[in-house]
């Protein structure tokens, strides 16, 4: 039960702080090719470089804070209930993000962007997995080795 409230308490802060930085519900990404954060959504659509670009420095806190409560929210699980520990996608998030400061990886996510136009299509957590996380791990998700370009 206790675990429920704190769960549910998490994610109405995620909640307020996404309506405080002028986030509305999620769209899918094909309805809402533009990003205009105005529209009302039907799924949570990828977040990618073009979106990105175009968001106030509020916002970028924002989405790297949610990331964070995320994974605070996912280790404090754990602890609780040891026998869900795993080597899933948020653990090695974790192990990669910890220490890193949340300016830091906003800068890197708008210098990756900057240096590479192209990819303006790639998604934020792609970037983040890629030029962030992985190169802070030994082995990826599941402990398994890294293998080819990588991506989460």
Not at 42 to 55: A, C, D, H, N, R
Not at 60 to 84: C, D, S, Y
Not at 108 to 128: A, C, E, R
Request: with cysteine; aromatic share 6%; charged share 20%.
């Amino acid at each position: 039960m206790k675990l429920l409230k704190t769960v549910l308490r998490s994610f109405c802060v995620l909640s307020l702080v996404a309506s405080l930085s002028g986030m509305t519900p999620a769209l899918a990404a094909d309805d809402n090719p533009t990003g205009d954060l105005s529209k009302d959504l039907k799924e949570m659509p990828v977040l990618t470089g073009e979106t990105w670009q175009t968001l106030p420095p509020e916002a970028k806190i924002t989405f790297i804070w949610g990331i964070g409560h995320v994974v605070t929210i996912e280790e404090n699980v754990i602890q609780r209930h040891p026998e869900l520990k795993r080597q899933g996608f948020a653990a090695k998030l974790a192990e990669g993000l910890r220490g890193v400061p949340m300016e830091t990886i906003i800068v890197d996510i708008d210098s990756y962007y900057h240096n590479k136009p192209d990819d303006l299509d790639v998604p934020v957590m792609h970037v983040i997995w890629n030029q962030i996380v992985r190169p802070k791990l030994k082995v990826g998700i599941a402990d398994r080795p890294f293998a080819g370009s990588g991506g989460p």
